[in-house]
């Protein structure tokens, strides 16, 4: 029986090009080859999740894998792998999935014997992440292809496939492979494999560790993890972590050294505690030797800043006289040097910040990170400082220049615009300090995208000499209302006159309604003459583009405030029912509130999504006033996304509701284990921290005399 593609789904919807992609992958044409083999690895296997036709494609990808005259078959070994090792999936596919690849075990198995070495490092990945049932077939070849392997990499793949595959079994082999005198691959493959299967942490582990990592890393792009050494130090003790790391910093290769401050701040993105245990080890980081540990340690301490006042001497010397790399080049490591200590000691308070900034501020060698974190440090507005804002205003070109085109140019020109909207912002924040800058502020007026209008409006009366500027650009047709609204809010603030703000309203009513209408509410002005666009904008189906439908949800929440409810409830449904826009129409049905219970069946049909879950649950509990499928959608949300303010939002809507839920937010949020969730890189701890503090107060009003919980 034909296998109807077409019925099935990928990534993209419809299967029905899968048939073609294979064809395509295994032909002549490399080119067309390459571009199919990406679509099946975006289409069947998307950011490592599966879909229903991924398990059908298995014996297609199977096939061309075990045939020696496949060309590109890395590519299919290395698909098929990433396909096992994933679990993101429902529970359907997933048993599918299995299915299908041990089905394939005995047809994969010649893999292990190879002639190319790179095809058997993937046959380990591959044969090592099949369902355990195939345990009995795998293992045995496993440990016959190890008497005769003599590729360092794939040694530690196959040791790594057998403890995934069968633990306990295999527990007395992978210790034999620690013992000294084994290749240092093996033994730190092995123990890898020990840690990851989490069998009991060997006696000679710390040994291992020092004697496999201290001259360099053993297992250099190996297909079972990206950071075998963090992974494996991350099961030690805190003492036998801190002497390992030390020991690594003290006595190992440059490589060595940055592997030991990578894993300690690690850990402190995972560990509370490890946070002040690994504040010494981070701090004597930026004394190492090596620039490129210097920044490894600088760069952890950002996040961390229980090392801090231990690296601020050193920190400070090297921006008081850097060397010209580092304001001339801020993607260098002597330019991340520098900007990771300034930083340090801005957050520090250290007024030692201050000359070495204002000096590379002028001369174009500050990152503009640095700039808005002024702003986020509240530092206040000094003559020296607002001067070098000002001069470094003056010199920046109002347009980009091309310059050839290419990545760096990109780079190039994201930094220029990220610089004067740094510089503007911090201008905005200064407000009336910042008067003097108006000049440099008022060539900035005719073009959008940084805050220059919106640093003039913080500015108010004492720029005045913006106004006609300001008035230029709010009357110019060519320019767009959102920043024609702008400039004529700024010139409220300058002037006071809301007359001619009335009048850009009204004209920009019928184009822009919801910009309209939000510069109308904030400065008090009425929506009567808004309100039918508004109703026509969230009424009317305009079809399923994402900005369409935000803008009928937007509308829908300015009527709403208004006092109808109606058209907001048109809107909430219109974009619900395209699928767009899921958490933002959500919310609106729960503002809405009773009136929305015609919405509760399609809302708890949402209650599965693995992404919206949360801000359906939410909007159900605020229609009906039921908390369950809100206590359930919290359990599932926090150890994907974390805390944070949704997590606040929900537990104060819930108030007395929340009690089932208080153990594990007490552990989330007293307990040594940071907040899971994603994160940005370099900023986890600080992101825990902040977290933690709003738990915190959450938990404390939870638990206090019975109040309202409406916020």
């Not at 089932?660 to 994160?679: M, Q, V």
Request: proline share 7%; net charge negative.
């Amino acid at each position: 029986m034909t296998l109807d593609w077409a019925a099935l789904k990928h990534a993209y919807g419809s299967a029905g090009d899968i048939p073609q992609a294979l064809r395509d992958a295994v032909g002549e044409d490399p080119e067309r080859a390459a571009e199919a083999i990406e679509h099946l690895f975006s289409s069947i296997y998307h950011q490592g999740t599966l879909y229903p036709a991924t398990p059908h494609a298995v014996p297609y990808l199977a096939g061309f894998a075990a045939d020696p005259g496949t060309p590109r078959r890395a590519a299919f070994v290395g698909l098929l792998g990433a396909i096992a090792s994933t679990g993101d999936a429902g529970p359907e596919v997933l048993a599918d999935v299995e299915a299908a690849l041990a089905h394939e075990a005995g047809r994969l198995l010649p893999l292990l014997d190879d002639a190319d070495a790179e095809l058997r490092h993937l046959a380990t990945h591959l044969l090592g992440n099949l369902p355990r049932e195939c345990a009995a077939e795998v293992v045995p070849a496993l440990r016959a292809r190890r008497r005769r392997e003599r590729s360092p990499r794939v040694v530690a793949g196959l040791l790594a496939a057998a403890g995934r595959l069968d633990p306990s079994g295999s527990a007395g082999w992978l210790a034999e492979e620690l013992a000294p005198g084994k290749p240092a691959a093996a033994r730190a493959g092995a123990l890898w494999a020990i840690v990851h299967a989490g069998l009991p942490w060997p006696d000679a582990a710390s040994e291992v560790v020092l004697d496999c990592w201290l001259d360099g890393s053993p297992l250099t792009n190996w297909i079972w993890s990206d950071d075998p050494f963090g992974e494996v130090v991350a099961r030690s003790d805190s003492a036998a972590f801190a002497e390992l790391c030390r020991t690594l910093l003290e006595r190992g290769t440059p490589e060595a050294a940055e592997k030991a401050v990578d894993a300690a701040y690690e850990r402190c993105t995972r560990s509370r505690s490890a946070r002040a245990e690994c504040a010494p080890l981070l701090a004597a980081g930026v004394h190492h030797p090596d620039l490129g540990v210097r920044v490894a340690a600088a760069r952890a301490i950002c996040d961390v800043p229980w090392a801090a006042p231990a690296a601020a001497d050193a920190l400070a010397a090297y921006v008081a006289d850097p060397p010209p790399a580092a304001v001339e080049d801020a993607n260098s490591s002597e330019g991340r040097l520098f900007a990771a200590a300034l930083e340090i000691l801005v957050v520090l308070d250290d007024p030692r910040w201050r000359e070495p900034f204002m000096a590379a501020l002028v001369s174009g060698g500050i990152v503009p990170h640095l700039v808005g974190l002024l702003v986020d440090s509240d530092v206040a507005v000094d003559p020296a400082l607002l001067a070098v804002v000002r001069r470094r205003l003056a010199a920046s070109p109002l347009e980009w220049q091309e310059q050839g085109g290419g990545y760096d140019e990109l780079l190039a020109r994201n930094r220029w615009s990220n610089e004067l909207s740094a510089l503007t912002r911090l201008l905005r924040h200064w407000g009336p300090d910042a008067a003097d800058a108006v000049p440099e502020l008022i060539r900035l007026v005719p073009y959008e995208g940084w805050w220059a209008v919106s640093a003039i409006a913080a500015i108010g009366p004492a720029a005045l000499a913006a106004v006609p500027a300001l008035t230029r650009a709010r009357d110019d047709a060519e320019v767009s209302w959102r920043h024609r609204l702008e400039c004529a809010q700024a010139l409220v603030a300058v002037t006071g006159d809301v007359a001619r703000l009335a009048f850009c309203v009204a004209e920009a009513s019928g184009g822009e309604p919801v910009l309209a209408a939000r510069a109308a509410l904030r400065h008090g002005l009425p929506l009567d003459d808004l309100l039918p666009a508004l109703r026509d904008l969230a009424t009317v189906d305009r079809g399923d583009d994402a900005s369409d439908v935000q803008a009928r949800i937007d509308a829908g929440r300015l009527l709403l405030e208004a006092g109808d409810a109606h058209a907001p409830l048109l809107a909430a449904a219109g974009a619900l029912d395209s699928g767009r826009r899921v958490a933002q129409a959500a919310e609106l049905a729960g503002l809405i509130g009773p009136h929305a219970a015609d919405l509760v069946p399609r809302l708890r049909q949402l209650l599965d999504d693995r992404h919206d879950h949360a801000d359906v649950a939410l909007a159900i509990r605020r229609v009906t006033g039921e908390g369950a499928p809100l206590v359930d959608a919290v359990r599932r949300r926090v150890p994907r996304m974390g805390a944070g303010n949704w997590l606040v939002e929900a537990l104060c809507e819930l108030g007395p509701d929340a009690a089932p839920l208080l153990p594990e937010l007490r552990e989330l949020a007293y307990g040594d284990a940071a907040i899971g969730g994603i994160g940005t890189y370099g900023h986890q701890v600080r992101q825990d921290e902040e977290e933690r503090r709003q738990l915190v107060t959450v938990l404390a009003e939870l638990t206090a005399v019975p109040r309202s919980w409406k916020r």
